[in-house]
């Protein structure tokens, strides 16, 4: 279907950069049948910011230590093949991203490109697949709470992992309905200070690690006994790590400019990140040595940081790992309500998620129906597995990206008019959909089975609710 046959003419014409929220109002918004478009305030920081707060987030205090226990310094390189593979996609998803920027990212260039019933799985992966990772980051957010705590020599009663996370999870659900200019206020002003604390940390650290400040460290075996396995086996683990740039063509229908930021974000993102985590390991292994590192658990940085600086620089740690994992469940779950909105509006599920606030312009029905699951999860305290599978999810969405581009490119529809283009397209996709699609072997089985279980339960639900809509080409 060409896009100037499309019965809904509101997608056929691209929204003004700078369309102010009367404007966008008075002119389309019904909020009782569910019709509009979102408000574009995001600008390349705001999506820099949401990037490289999801990717940056708990996975640069959680897998250190894990990481260098499995695959030793080499771990770095682990990090290394992991923003490879995410640049690989990356490249990909901008091309289709600045072709359709909407909201919904890597569902939306996969229901277009493919059809319905590939984009129900992803669509309704996808915000599963969030939903188990923002509980996961808020149950995060609340272990670091009470980090602070205990480092402050301060004794609570209780663990206040679980309740800390599920109160910060209301919060910020209830702050993404009150505009997406807000949720990317906080996200920027987090990402900043985390960025500079990081950024002195590892500074100070690597310098150290060469000797500048005393004796340079003794380098150990780069790769483990085990050889390239290990290293291929934590790449697969830690790739948890690298979601965050499909976060930013989640949120596509909020960026400004989307043609010029939203390349830039996703692709700069997964730079800027990658290099933070072959850093990281560097700065780690040469601090304690891979085996002690891996002693200290997802606690390692913070040991390291006072083994240079005492207990000013574990604090300093422990507040950023509060930041990081805030600004993951932040990102979270805007981008998880994105994905239901964008279901919604396509007929997947019913319409009426994709109902529009006439106060501030954002889908509150799809935060609800987003933000509802991810405070119950957080409440079970139970969420590792799950996090787990949304990697797993995430990587079936992103092989089908490149799967897409090949798709559209072969046929060349009207209407497929990116104003990016990336670099030896179809070699660039074909060897990130390998890559995205093996990466999953080396993940655990169980996994692999809950995961594909969401797959065949999303089918079902496309087979029963949505056989009639037709979403390829219809743009």
Known sequence: MDGSDSADTRESAPAPPDLEASDALADVVDADTGEGELERTIGLVGGLAIGVGTMIGAGIFVFPGLAAENAGPAASLSFAIGAVVALLVALP??????????????????????????????????????VFASAFYLVGLGSYAGQVFLEAGIALPIDPAVPLGVAFGVGLTALSLFGTENTAALQNAIVIVLLVILTLFLSYGSLDALGVFGAESTPERFFPPGGALPVLQTAALVFTSYLGFAQVATVAGDIKEPSRN????????????????????FVATSAFGSARLGQFGETAMVEVARSFIGFPGALAIVVAGLLATFSSANASILSASRAVY????????????????????????????????IVVLAATGQ??????????????????????????????????????????GFTVAAVGGLASFALIAFMQPASIGIGAAIMVAAYGWYRYYATDVELKGDF
């Open 342 to 373: 964008a279901v919604s509006r396509d007929g997947i599920i019913p319409e009426a998620a994709s109902r529009l606030n006439l106060a501030y312009g954002t889908p509150h029905v799809a935060l609800g129906i987003a933000g509802g699951p």
């Open 93 to 130: 998803a901008s091309e289709l991203a600045t072709a359709m920027p909407r909201s919904g990212g890597g569902y939306f260039f996969i229901s277009r490109g493919l059809g319905t019933g590939p984009g129900a799985i992803v669509g309704l992966g996808l915000w599963l697949g969030l």
């Open 262 to 281: 939203l390349p830039l974000a996703m692709v700069g993102s997964v730079i800027l990140v990658g290099v933070f985590y072959v850093v990281t390991i």
């Open 383 to 424: 969420v590792e597995l799950l996090a787990e599978v949304a990697s797993f999810l995430h990587l079936v969405m992103y092989g089908l990206i490149c799967v897409a581009l090949i798709q559209l490119r072969r046929e060349r529809p009207d209407w497929y008019t990116p104003s990016f283009r990336c670099p030896a």
